[in-house]
Every structure is written in structure tokens, then in C-alpha cells.
């Protein structure tokens, strides 16, 4: 028998119907995949079995038994943990506070830090993470914040563990790290549910795959049933012939050229140039100081030596916005952080930056500009449109957006500044196949106008797929320089690993 069955599940957001009689059933000590593009409805199918919405209609059973998930706490009792796909630590807070937030050890109101901390660190141990229990969240990287959000919902001791977009930033040792702890949650009889949008992850560690289209339920099968090809076109709805559309498009001069470039601790030595209708890929570990040095680029963080120069001269970009006035623009990695204003609509976040283009009068300086607000919603219609943004109007606001929909504001933002020199960093983190292929078609028209993208990206067959030449950092130096001609996976991971 089933350890979960989620029956005709719906549910609407005011009148938009998100779920439309959704099934989910997932056997006991196995990994079912919840598969489906941006929007499809999966975070809100696995927030209502975690007790954060409620279902319009529908059953749950566990165990063959009629449940009522009111609140977190009733799903927490039934057994049910959920990473969420947005990481939601407190960043004030330490490790172990995080982890055992609101079921601190202690008695009589008194919290015991001594047992909490030496808790988390048995727990650190035998996850393999190595993390320390006091240090503050805000001072960790993306990638640990996401293994010690992993180790929390272990730790609950959940039969059901939903893992949403698990590994969007973690590295790949730390992806091996997570499916051996996978692996022995299922011999102990745990199911998982694991969402990602990394057909590979799912072919490795699942045994059955759900898919949803459009808040639709479109089937479930055994893994080993599908490939990527069937995956894809059940997902998207139609046969999807090519991820990586590059074009090829004259290469220009130099548009920007990066000289011995140093910043004590973070990085030396790095001198590399991007030209006109170049992409150029940035590959590295994790930690390799890759976007340390996008950062210095940005005028975010300061360097010690060296010199950028951006068509001919040197610039002296001191802050973002120096850098944005030379036309160079970012699109960060911790785009919660950065990235976002959460509780503003879809449109406003596209065109905030970029007011100046919309500004046609200046009236005085108590009424200011008029703003043309005629242009500016043409802009923000066409952008949505161009990305494929799934959203009820250009008014709703960006926090209650699917993740990957998020993920496309930013870089129609972007796209909308029309920047010389854009860079991405990991730029379809989280994107569907289907509006990764857009977007990669937008980075090639963006290219042919003449620009450059710098690309930072993890992602193996995204590097290949879409740079003219890739750099390759290693240990916060530079490791080497592949062409087109010269990519390979084996190239690429011996130079990552050169100055190890
Ligand atoms: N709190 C909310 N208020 C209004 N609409 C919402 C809310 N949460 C989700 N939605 C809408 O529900 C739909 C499904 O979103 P959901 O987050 O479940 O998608 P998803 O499949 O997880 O996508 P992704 O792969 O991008 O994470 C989206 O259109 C989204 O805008
Ligand atoms: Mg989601």
C-alpha cells in the first residue's frame, strides 16, 4: 500500500485555479519526483500536504487513513517535513538555533545551548556536512544555508520528507553528500518527494515520477519507463527540439578586458577579455571565487591590483552604480538577497531600476518627471510575453510567483536595461526546460545586438551548450581558457581542479 495518497486535490488563489484535481501517490521507502514547468502548481501541491495552504478539495490519506492538515504543526505530527524551495532561515540566527527553531532542548523556559549545539554537530557528523553549529546564517553560502535547511528537515524525523529544488545551489559533492543521506532514508522506510527541474538528478535517485501541466495531473510512471525526450514533451506538451539554440554571430572587438585582477583572500591573478557577441562561459567549483570576481567587476567589492578596461578605457567602478552607468549590468546568484523587491508587483520590478527611460518631461523640482507610463507598460507587457512569465497581471506581486517565474522578472529586468555587458550568474537556476531554451534564445539575441554576456554557471551542459570560449577558475586563480572546439566535461573538471 501507498505510504501517501493525495486524491482530486484543487485550489485556487482568488480566482486563478492553481491545482485542478491533482493525484499524488508515493510508495513507502521510495523517491517520487514531482515534475512539471515553472508554474505547474508543485510547490502549492507540497505546501498543502505540509499544512501551509489549504486544499479547496481533495483527500489526504496516510497509511490508508482520511488526514486533516490544518496548520505545519498537524503535518509535523503526521510526519510530513518540507524543505521549501525559497530558503527561509533566520539570518541573525545561528546554525543550531535555526535547526531546532521552536523545539529548543531545555527546561522551564531556559534554553540549553550546550545540548544544542552538541546536537547539531552529532547531527552535522552523521549527514557528513561539515558546518559549524555557531556560526550565524547570514555568514554562510547559499550552498551551506541549503544543506543545513536539508539537515533541519532530517532531523524532524519525518516519514515523509519533501525535498523542493534541493540541490538549486549546492555542489556536486554536496549532491552526492544528499543522495547517500536519500538512499538510507529509504532502507529505514522514509518516502521522499524531490522536485527539481535537473533531469539527470532525477533520473539518478528516483523510482517514480508525477507530473503536473498547467495545474493539471498528467500521469504518473516508474523512472525507468521515461527519458528525457518523453519527460520533456509530457512536461511541456509538445516535442521540444532544441535546449541550446546557439547562434553563431560575428565576434567583435573587445568590449571588456579584465588585467592580473587581485583581491586579497578572495582571488589573483585573473586576467581574461569578453568581446562583442561573445558569451563567455565561467565555469569552476563552487567556492573557486567566481562570483568574487564578478563582484569586483560590478563595483560590489573592492580589488587590490589590476585593472578592467571596458572599450578602451579604465574604469574606476567603485560602486553598482558606476558600473551600471558604464552599461554593465548583474544578475546575482542570492537573488532573494538582491535580486527581488518581493512585495512590489511583477511590472515595477521589471522597470524600477530603469525609471529614467520611461521619464519624458522635467516639470520642476517639487512634481519632477512625467513618467510615460503608456511606454513603461508596453515594456513590462512585452517582457512577460518575450519570457513567457506566468502571471495574472503585471500588478501581482513578485513574492507570490511560482520560483522559476521569479527567476524570469530578474532577467527580463535586466534584458530591459539593455546593458553592454551582462552578467549572469547562474542564470536558469530553478528554470524549466521550456523557458530555459527562451532564455538562452534571448542571450543570443542579446549578443548579435553587439553585447557580451559573461556567464557563471555550475551547470555542466549549459556551459558547453551556450559559450563561444569558457574560463575555468580554480582555487580562486585561473585555471585555464577552452574554445568552442576544445569543451569537454573531462577538460573542464581537469582544469577546475588544477591549483587545488
Ligand atoms: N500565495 C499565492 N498567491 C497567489 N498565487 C499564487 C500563490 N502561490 C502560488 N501562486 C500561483 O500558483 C501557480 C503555481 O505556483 P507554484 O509555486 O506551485 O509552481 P511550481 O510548479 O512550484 O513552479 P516552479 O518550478 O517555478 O517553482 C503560479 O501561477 C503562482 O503564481
Ligand atoms: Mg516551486
Redesign the pocket.
Known sequence: MELLNMQGISKS?FK?K?LDNVHLKVKEGSVHALM?E????????MKILAGVYKADSGEIFIDGQKVEILSPTAAQKLGIAMIH?ELSALPEMTVAENIFLSREPGKLGLVDYKKMHEDTAVLMKTLKIDISSKKKMKELRVADQQMVEIAKAISLDARIIIMDEPTSAITDKEVDTLFEIIRSLTKQGKSIIYIS?KMDEVFKICDEITI?RDGSFIGTWPASELDDASLIKQMVGRELKDVFPKVDVPIGDNLIEIKNLSCHNQFEDISFNVRKGEILGVAGLVGSGRTEVMQTIFGLAPSDEGQIIFEGKVLNTKTPTDAIKHGIAFVTEDRKKEGIIPDMGVGQNVTLPFMSQFCSKFINQYLGFIVDRRKEADTIEKQIKALGI??KSSKQTIA??????QQKVILAKWLTGDPSVLILDEPTR?I?VGAKAEIYKLMCEFVSRGKAIIMVSSEMPEVMGMSDRIIVMSNRKLGGELNRSEFSQERIMDLAVSHL
Open positions: 488563489f486563478n492553481v512539471g515553472n508554474g505547474a502548481g508543485k510547490s502549492t501541491l524551495q527541474h503536473l506566468k502571471t507570490s510567483l511560482s520560483g522559476g517565474n530553478g524549466d
